[in-house]
């Protein structure tokens, strides 16, 4: 058994030899991650990568494997990465840099303000692990306010993919946004919400509807998209009409799709991954206040406090973020 | 090891003592609009200042954006009252809008803008990330068409930062040649002496330490600055270089050189004229 991964591949080594490649191995987020900067790099995108000693815990080892030479291994130096990739990028490369999102939308939350957003420098960062997902890693590792704070930076886009297909979309999406974007994805094993095919218009800015919903109308970003999704099928067999909304753009926000919401729902169930101060419920909340006839809004996430440890399954049922926990919200909220 | 290079020329020697003297004029004149502004900081880096704008950087005149030069950066961006009027100099921004430095809408601010004041090659006002900035410029130079080289002036103060020895750390190890770092060892920071404050030597075995070549170096010697920075410059370098450029805060204005509270501060009609006198016979 070894821990040295430095002679040879992380991946494919099966067979229960080091915990972590499997758990890479089954992390199909981060092997789209590494294969999409490849295949734009093979374009000739001027990208390069970097990564503060996570590359195997994103998956970003793949890339570096390719690409030795357009990889760079900052250590354990979050803030120096964010900074750093703000020089690169002046000098006309497109750095994807990524870690931990507890670290790098915290720790880091100056530099990405002032060394990439205010320059405005089209600096990529992948904040990795969001919400609850590192469970029992504890409160140092969780990122349920990531959304506040990057929201609230003028110049940067903010997203959130649902699965792989969707964060690949995004990626090739972004690859001319002039500014800053940050990424906030979960451990690169969300369960798959859509095909290529399903996307193939996606846009950046521009929520995702899935189906009308007269009774109530749920919002979900990231993560949250999938179980949403299976809360409304459930709901729907129990007679009510319920649409759901995949808000995968925080940042600019489609306020137009939540304006739109007057009028043609009976209530808003905002559903995130974060803590329910500032984040997608807030947002949602911010447009309804300045619409004429808004619909009721109920505001659905982590709540003000620092999570228990578990593993992030349990984690998700202790806060009634599964599928299960989102329905019976609905039913309580709705009466 | 510094090589010897051929002595400064007296004309040289000249135009750089002039010119720092112009950033200390200029200093006194634009912190008279803000009415408030970093005199001392700006004054301990004037020699530096002048050496790097008129010897040592590859620049094209009024083509600020040339890709390229060679890049300046601020750790300590709040002299950049002292740069701006270099800036205008070079033709890379109109003189005129110095005369409204810091007013509603202008684009000089205390700390340097790059988004909206050309020759700004970054923006700068946090102390401790510009050297890492510097880093990614240094490391960006090596997929550019052209090589250039990377300047950071540092604040003596900034050293406190945990950012700094960050950066310092990874130059090094990925062997970054092309980041030369300048601190302006001026002694003191807004409360005091920075020795008092959190001490920083013995500041060379630090940086050496932390695997840079490490020069020292009298800060004002406009002639063994330029000595220093060409040898540097045209040297063969294998490590990243810091020079440790020993200073007085507020050099040329005697009562600023014995107080240091002048880290920041005014001058009201008379003691301006005192200062411009004393200024302008320093050459």
Same mark, same amino acid.
């Given at each position: 058994?070894?821990?040295?991964?430095?002679?040879?591949?992380?991946?494919?080594?099966?067979?229960?030899?080091?915990?972590? /490649?499997?758990?890479?191995?089954?992390?199909?987020?981060?092997?789209?991650?590494?294969?999409? +900067?490849?295949?734009?790099?093979?374009?000739?995108?001027?990208?390069?990568?970097?990564?503060?000693?996570?590359?195997?815990? $994103?998956?970003?080892?793949?890339?570096?494997?390719?690409?030795?030479?357009?990889?760079?291994?900052?250590?354990?130096?979050?803030?120096?990465?964010?900074? #750093?990739?703000?020089?690169?990028?002046? !000098?006309?490369?497109?750095?994807?840099?990524?870690?931990?999102?507890?670290?790098?939308?915290?720790?880091?939350?100056?530099?990405?303000?002032?060394?990439? #957003?205010?320059? $405005?420098?089209?600096?990529?960062?992948?904040?990795?692990?969001?919400?609850? !997902?590192?469970?029992?890693?504890?409160?140092?590792?969780?990122?349920?306010? *990531?959304?506040?704070?990057?929201?609230?930076?003028?110049? +940067?886009?903010?997203?959130?993919?649902? *699965?792989?297909?969707?964060?690949?979309?995004?990626?090739?999406?972004?690859?001319?946004?002039?500014?800053?974007?940050?990424?906030?994805?979960?451990?690169?094993?969300?369960?798959?919400?859509?095909?290529?095919?399903?996307?193939? *218009?996606?846009? +950046?800015?521009?929520?995702?509807?899935?189906?009308?919903?007269?009774?109530? /109308?749920?919002?979900? /970003?990231?993560?949250?998209?999938?179980?949403?999704?299976?809360?409304?099928?459930?709901?729907?067999?129990?007679?009510?009409?319920?649409?759901?909304? *995949?808000?995968?753009?925080?940042?600019?926000?489609?306020?137009?799709?939540?304006?739109?919401?007057?009028?043609?729902?009976?209530?808003?169930?905002?559903?995130?991954?974060? $803590?329910?101060?500032?984040?997608?419920?807030?947002?949602?909340?911010?447009?309804?206040?300045?619409?004429?006839?808004?619909?009721?809004?109920?505001?659905?996430?982590?709540?003000?406090?620092?999570?228990?440890?578990?593993?992030?399954?349990?984690?998700?049922?202790?806060?009634?973020?599964?599928?299960?926990?989102?329905?019976?919200?609905?039913r309580e909220r709705l009466g | 090891m510094v090589q010897v290079q051929p002595s400064v020329s007296e004309e040289k020697i000249a135009l750089l003592k002039d010119r720092a003297k112009f950033v200390r004029t200029e200093t006194v004149r634009l912190v008279d609009i803000a009415k408030t502004g970093h005199y001392a900081s700006a004054f301990s880096c004037a020699e530096i200042f002048a050496v790097l704008y008129y010897d040592i950087l590859n620049l094209r005149e009024g083509e600020p954006d040339w890709p390229a030069r060679d890049r300046l950066l601020l750790g300590k961006g709040h002299a950049a009252v002292g740069q701006y009027p270099l800036l205008a100099d070079w033709g890379f921004l109109d003189k005129e809008v110095l005369d409204e430095y810091t007013r509603l809408g202008n684009p000089l601010g205390d700390h340097p803008d790059m988004t909206k004041v050309p020759g700004v090659d970054f923006s700068s006002g946090s102390l401790g990330h510009n050297l890492s900035v510097g880093l990614g410029m240094a490391i960006g130079a090596k997929y550019a068409p052209q090589p250039f080289d990377v300047y950071v002036l540092l604040g003596d103060g900034e050293q406190a930062e945990g950012q700094v020895w960050e950066a310092a750390m990874a130059a090094s190890h990925h062997g970054v040649t092309n980041l030369i770092a300048i601190v302006d060892r001026n002694q003191y920071s807004l409360d005091g002496r920075t020795d008092d404050i959190n001490a920083l030597e013995p500041l060379a075995d630090k940086w050496t330490a932390f695997g840079w070549e490490v020069h020292e170096v009298d800060g004002h010697d406009v002639i063994a600055l330029t000595e220093l920075l060409r040898s540097i410059k045209n040297g063969e370098r294998t490590k990243p270089v810091v020079v440790i450029a020993h200073t007085i805060k507020g050099k040329g204005v005697s009562f600023m050189e014995s107080e240091f509270g002048w880290h920041l501060g005014w001058l009201d009609e008379q003691d301006e004229a005192d200062v411009m006198k004393e200024l302008e016979g320093l050459a």
């Open positions: 058994m070894t821990a040295d991964l430095s002679t040879e591949s992380a991946i494919g080594q099966r067979g229960g030899s080091w915990q972590l /490649t499997q758990l890479l191995d089954q992390a199909a987020g981060f092997h789209v991650l590494s294969d999409t +900067l490849a295949e734009l790099t093979e374009q000739g995108h001027p990208i390069v990568v970097g990564t503060a000693d996570l590359k195997y815990s $994103n998956g970003l080892v793949l890339y570096a494997e390719k690409y030795p030479d357009r990889f760079i291994q900052f250590g354990i130096s979050e803030q120096n990465m964010i900074s #750093a990739a703000a020089g690169l990028a002046s !000098t006309g490369l497109q750095p994807w840099v990524a870690t931990f999102a507890s670290f790098l939308a915290l720790l880091c939350a100056e530099q990405m303000r002032t060394d990439t #957003a205010y320059t $405005n420098l089209p600096v990529r960062m992948v904040g990795h692990h969001t919400g609850v !997902t590192l469970g029992f890693y504890g409160t140092s590792h969780h990122a349920t306010e *990531d959304l506040s704070i990057t929201r609230s930076i003028a110049n +940067l886009t903010v997203l959130a993919p649902a *699965d792989p297909a969707q964060l690949r979309a995004m990626i090739l999406a972004s690859v001319d946004v002039q500014g800053p974007i940050y990424f906030r994805i979960g451990r690169g094993r969300d369960p798959q919400v859509y095909t290529r095919d399903d996307l193939s *218009d996606f846009a +950046l800015g521009k929520a995702i509807t899935h189906g009308q919903g007269r009774d109530l /109308t749920i919002v979900a /970003t990231g993560s949250m998209v999938h179980p949403s999704l299976e809360a409304a099928k459930v709901l729907r067999s129990e007679g009510r009409s319920v649409g759901v909304i *995949d808000m995968h753009t925080i940042k600019p926000f489609d306020s137009e799709a939540v304006a739109a919401l007057a009028g043609n729902t009976g209530a808003v169930l905002t559903v995130e991954e974060h $803590n329910v101060i500032g984040g997608l419920g807030a947002a949602v909340a911010e447009v309804l206040a300045e619409t004429v006839n808004s619909p009721r809004l109920f505001r659905h996430g982590i709540p003000d406090e620092y999570a228990p440890v578990g593993p992030p399954t349990h984690l998700y049922a202790h806060y009634r973020l599964d599928a299960a926990g989102i329905a019976a919200v609905a | -």
